[in-house]
């Protein structure tokens, strides 16, 4: 069936808007002109295309008509502020700059643009999520595990920081560039994640997210090759590498210990191994490395039982002394409860869950039911997949704590 024009632009428009939108910052020099030239721009493409034939370039011709449309409107606009006739004039002289600097990409030029060091460092990641990922706010909020009103607020602040404090649009210098790197890991591999694993809607994975992730990695390590780049970027290689094997045909999720470790993409594993070892020989290793390190030891493990889980719970605890958080705590008391039986870690994720951090994530009670359901204590692992379902906003995982409840012996 031939596609009609409104479905090819949003196809186009799912696929490439976000780099479109990072081209037109870094042309206007401002968030909310870029937003509003990206939507002139593709809605000039429906009448002009439908008219006159779809360009041969598709993505130039946004570009330019986005950024000649903001001149237009900040021209009709300077009747009322005549700053913005002078905005206009420059932007229109400025010929399309390619930027003239080492950075080989618009995205990852924007990231380290928008990672700026005056910002709260939480307060720039999420508005780098935001506005130049593309994630939405309940995606973003659910990686920081809070409230889609309380990231809100957290990226309505950073942007009126920037307004009020005239923070600019530009590319840092090369000797800048590892003040940012840390924000700049981070918001890439929430990226990753959202991909990995879906916060909600219909599909378990986003492989574009994902995808685009691992790109950027790529330049990433290639632009600035320290110990932690290379280490997320093999921390991104050794968990897509499951891929193929995360889902059944139907495409219900498969845990790690079910997954069939022959369908693992062993290309993908083998070159983020190799990356580990490059990073961790930067001493002390850093907490990506360090998680890299764990995924490699489940990657060339032939099965869920083989799994060296002492040596797995050795690099947790290293990853909690470099990087704590309730997250790893958890992930290491399942590894110890594959190490020393499940009674040990559900006394640890009891006493995680007790302490508040993660009482709202469904993760954390699907672990306990998980291990509960292992140490035979079926009306435990009930009442906790329950509270997962009840948590979980994913419709692929919903389905499958669902499953894992019927299944349970009445």
């Not at 409104?6 to 490439?16: I, K, S, V």
């Not at 011709?61 to 004039?89: H, K, M, Q, T, V």
């Not at 994630?135 to 909020?141: G, H, P």
């Not at 409230?147 to 210098?173: G, H, N």
Request: hydrophobic share 50%.
């Amino acid at each position: 069936m031939p596609q009609t024009m409104p479905d090819m632009l949003g196809a186009l428009y799912a696929a490439e808007s976000s780099r479109i939108l990072a081209t037109l910052i870094r042309l206007l020099g401002d968030f909310d002109l870029a937003e509003e030239a990206l939507h002139d721009a593709f809605q000039a493409a429906l009448q002009q295309w439908s008219r006159d034939g779809v360009p041969a370039a598709l993505v130039p011709w946004l570009i330019s008509a986005g950024r000649f449309r903001a001149i237009d409107a900040l021209r009709r606009r300077a009747r009322f502020d005549a700053s913005l006739a002078l905005l206009a004039e420059q932007l229109e002289r400025d010929a399309a700059p390619e930027g003239g600097d080492e950075f080989p990409d618009d995205r990852l030029r924007l990231i380290f643009t928008c990672c700026h060091p005056a910002i709260p460092e939480q307060a720039r990641i999420a508005l780098t999520l935001r506005e130049v990922c593309g994630l939405t706010t309940e995606q973003i909020a659910h990686a920081f595990l809070t409230s889609p009103a309380t990231l809100a607020k957290r990226i309505v602040r950073a942007k009126a920081k920037i307004r009020d404090e005239r923070i600019p649009y530009q590319v840092p210098a090369r000797d800048e560039l590892a003040e940012r790197l840390g924000s700049v890991l981070q918001v890439v591999y929430l990226v990753f994640n959202e991909g990995y694993a879906a916060s909600s809607g219909d599909a378990l994975m986003l492989p574009q997210l994902s995808g685009e992730a691992i790109r950027l990695g790529r330049l990433l390590a290639a632009l600035l090759p320290e110990p932690e780049a290379l280490g997320l970027l093999a921390l991104m290689l050794l968990h897509e590498s499951r891929r193929p094997a995360r889902t059944s045909a139907d495409g219900q999720p498969i845990l790690l210990a079910d997954q069939d470790r022959a369908r693992w993409d062993a290309a993908m594993a083998a070159e983020g191994a190799a990356l580990v070892e490059r990073a961790l020989a930067a001493r002390p290793a850093g907490p990506y490395a360090l998680q890299a390190a764990i995924a490699a030891v489940h990657a060339e493990s032939p099965s869920a039982t083989a799994t060296d889980w002492p040596q797995i719970v050795g690099l947790y605890d290293l990853l909690l002394r470099v990087a704590p958080s309730p997250v790893a705590e958890l992930n290491r008391a399942v590894a110890v409860a594959m190490r020393d039986g499940p009674l040990a870690g559900i006394d640890l994720v009891d006493a995680l869950i007790a302490r508040g951090d993660l009482g709202g994530y469904h993760l954390a009670h699907a672990a306990r039911a998980e291990l509960c359901r292992m140490a035979g204590l079926l009306g435990q692992a009930r009442a906790s997949y329950q509270r997962a379902l009840a948590l979980a906003q994913q419709r692929h995982e919903r389905d499958f704590l669902a499953r894992q409840i019927e299944g349970l012996p009445a």
